[in-house]
């Protein structure tokens, strides 16, 4: 646990301020909100690289409770869970030194479990029960429908559209866990790679160690993909019980597909920096795995494939021998940086 000190509660109370600026800004400017979560939690992260725990923690209940008081008792819950628990596990990695792996997962844990709470939290204080969400909805819908026939839109079409949305409505509450673990792991994703640019500049080397392009899963979480692709594929086999069962395989392939597109991102950006490519060709690269990911779902599977062949060890750049010529007769040209 860490001391607090004059210069740790100075520390603490400049996060504290940035926080709670963060979770206002947040609250009123919902558009915004989407790009500025991910910056929230890094405060907190180091107050609590810096001075420990119990500041991190400290700090992370201020914000809560001054983001309260400013915005309502939902934001202030989101904000203490983001900054308390996304935050602290952040600051907790970078001091323990762990590996881009284990905070990745540990952080994507903290913002599940945070998105689940102050979700719960926010249902309750709007007191709605499922009858009057189900209303508010057909009635939303209805009003939807109307405007878009007075659009000119064929009834049909609108007719059928509303349809496929109250049947993807009814879905989610089924896909909860998938949903919370995605949004979850695209915020740790983020907010990792906020503090990979941002820490270093702020004279905090250590979050250097954090690069992207090691990033690679241990071999066995391939089989999470595997048995949630399985499960899909053989549900009508299980009698009395195939919608449960293809539920519960398609909440592990949404996860891990999505776990694994994070892996795939990574290899390119391995190979790109490796190749010294500029940064054009980068974004290209980028942009083409992006593209590949939605046609084909093929970032996901050449993130998966990784975890078997490790491509980053069979095609790495061949160092030379210290001393050694290179093509060109300068020595050591097939020297690489290391991302």
Do not use: C
């Not at 284990?102 to 939290?121: E, K, N, P, W």
């Not at 559209?161 to 909860?176: C, G, I, K, N, T």
Request: hydrophobic content about 55%; aromatic content about 12%; glycine content about 14%.
């Amino acid at each position: 646990m860490g001391s607090f000190s004059t210069g740790a509660t100075s520390e603490a109370g400049k996060a504290v301020a940035l926080a709670v600026v963060l979770s206002v800004v947040t609250a009123f400017v919902p558009f915004l909100g989407i790009f500025l979560m991910p910056v929230l939690p890094l405060p907190t992260a180091y107050v609590t690289y810096r001075r420990g725990l119990g500041v991190g923690l400290a700090t992370a209940f201020g914000a809560g409770v001054l983001s309260a008081a400013l915005t309502g008792l939902g934001n202030g819950v989101l904000t203490l869970l983001v900054t308390g628990l996304v935050g602290s596990l952040l600051g907790v990695a970078l001091a323990r030194k762990w590996g881009f792996t284990t905070t990745l997962l540990a952080v994507t844990g903290g913002g599940a479990l945070t998105f689940g709470v102050s979700t719960a939290v926010t249902w309750f204080i709007a007191g709605l029960g499922i009858d009057q969400f189900s209303k508010l909805l057909d009635e939303s819908m209805a009003a939807a429908s109307q405007m878009y026939v007075s659009m000119g839109m064929d009834p049909a079409v609108v007719d059928e559209a509303s349809v496929q949305l109250r049947e993807w409505f009814s879905m989610l509450p089924y896909m909860l866990p998938s949903i919370l673990g995605v949004a979850g792991l695209m915020l740790a994703s983020a907010s990792l790679a906020l503090v990979a640019v941002v820490f270093p500049h702020l004279g905090e080397k250590a979050a250097g160690d954090l690069a992207f392009s090691r990033f690679r899963l241990h071999w066995s979480a391939s089989y999470g993909f595997i048995f949630g692709l399985a499960l899909l594929i053989f549900a009508g086999r299980f009698e009395g019980g195939a919608e449960s069962v293809r539920l519960v395989g398609l909440n592990l392939f949404v996860f891990f597909q999505t776990l694994f597109f994070i892996q795939g991102l990574a290899l390119v950006h391995w190979f790109a920096t490796s190749r010294g490519y500029g940064g054009g060709t980068k974004v290209a690269m980028y942009t083409a795995a992006l593209v590949g990911q939605l046609m084909l779902q093929f970032t996901s599977w050449a993130g998966l494939l990784d975890t078997w062949f490790d491509y980053r060890k069979r095609y790495a750049v061949a160092t030379p021998p210290v001393g050694s010529v290179g093509p060109r007769g300068s020595e050591g040209a097939g020297d690489q940086e290391e991302m």
